[in-house]
């Protein structure tokens, strides 16, 4: 089973970057969509962002977009979330999160990287 590895967070002061990672254990794994999920201390998960392998369409959350850029390395199989301006509201887990080829349910998840955002 393909696993997703996210790596990448850690503690910053508001109008502050960080760029997260996602990184399959395969490297040859393809994907139909890669895409990022936030879980915030007491509230449900939520998406973010979302990049289509084949058609390379991206997908924001009206809450993060003009902020939040979702990406791929092709050659690294490698995809990012560049995070400019973080908010507080932006302090959550971060998942990265697949699906296969030609489907919309994501069945590949990652264990998550912790982002918080705070004076």
């Known amino acids: 089973q393909v696993k997703l590895v996210e790596s990448g967070g850690g503690l910053v002061q508001p109008g502050d970057s960080l760029r997260l990672s996602c990184a399959p254990s395969?490297?040859?794994?393809?994907?139909?969509?890669t895409a990022w999920f936030r879980q915030a201390p007491g509230k449900e998960r939520e998406f973010v962002a979302r990049?289509?392998?084949?058609?390379?369409?991206?997908h924001y959350s009206s809450s993060i977009k003009d902020r939040f850029t979702i990406s791929r390395d092709n050659a690294k199989n490698t995809v990012y979330l560049q995070m400019n301006n973080l908010k507080p509201d932006d302090t959550a887990v971060y998942y990265c999160?697949?699906?296969?080829?030609?489907?919309?349910?994501?069945?590949?998840w990652g264990q998550g990287t912790q982002v918080t955002v705070s004076s």
């Open positions: 395969e490297l040859a794994a393809v994907f139909g969509a």
């Open positions: 990049l289509d392998w084949t058609t390379s369409i991206t």
């Open positions: 999160a697949a699906t296969k080829p030609r489907r919309t349910t994501y069945d590949y």
